[in-house]
């Protein structure tokens, strides 16, 4: 049985609210562990906004008639916390390494964030109830957060292979 395209948009659009559930813990948490007092309002500017784009794509969804699937978004926020307790050399302390794995992974989560923002951008251009400008000032976000969290990434990196004595 071929599923419509309304499913399948239904689909795509909680697959991708998993993942800003996900990405929005992670940024959290990110705001609040990671050690660089200079880089700390960066850190929880990016994630205020990384939760105000999960509320956006909530609108949208509202805005299509896309029901939130809540199992996949439990299990991706069950995820995020399971992904906490990877083996890193430390028993009992944060190891240099999270730092950097964490910000990696969030760049990614954003990435994949812009690639959902340009599919929606596409559909806007037939279905009127999307509105390509907000989709635009979106894209333009998750672009600047990407830059954002590249930036932090490579001090993060910098801080490991050359450690502050």
């Given amino acids: 049985m071929k599923q419509s395209e309304a499913e399948l948009i239904g689909i795509y659009l909680n697959d991708h609210l998993a993942g800003a559930t996900a990405g929005a ?4 948490r990110i705001a609040g562990s990671h050690g660089q007092v200079a880089d700390q ?14 509320r956006a794509l909530l609108e949208i969804m509202a805005l299509l008639g896309v029901p939130v699937r809540h199992y996949k978004t439990a299990a991706a926020w069950l995820g995020e916390r399971a992904g906490r307790l990877k083996f890193n050399g430390r028993l009992r302390s944060r190891s240099p390494l999270s730092s950097l794995e964490e910000l990696e992974l969030l760049r990614l989560g954003v990435e994949g964030k812009a690639a959902g923002w340009r599919t929606l951008r596409e559909l806007a251009a037939t279905d009127p109830r999307l509105s390509p400008a907000r989709l635009d ?3 333009t976000r998750a672009r600047d957060q990407s830059d ?3 930036a932090l990434r490579v001090a993060a990196a910098q801080h490991l292979i050359s450690p502050v004595q």
Avoid: S, V, Y
């Fill in 148 to 150: 954002q969290l590249e």
């Fill in 25 to 28: 813990a992670l940024a959290h």
């Fill in 41 to 54: 309002a960066t850190r929880q500017r990016l994630a205020a906004e990384i939760n105000a784009d999960r």
């Fill in 137 to 139: 000032d979106l894209l």
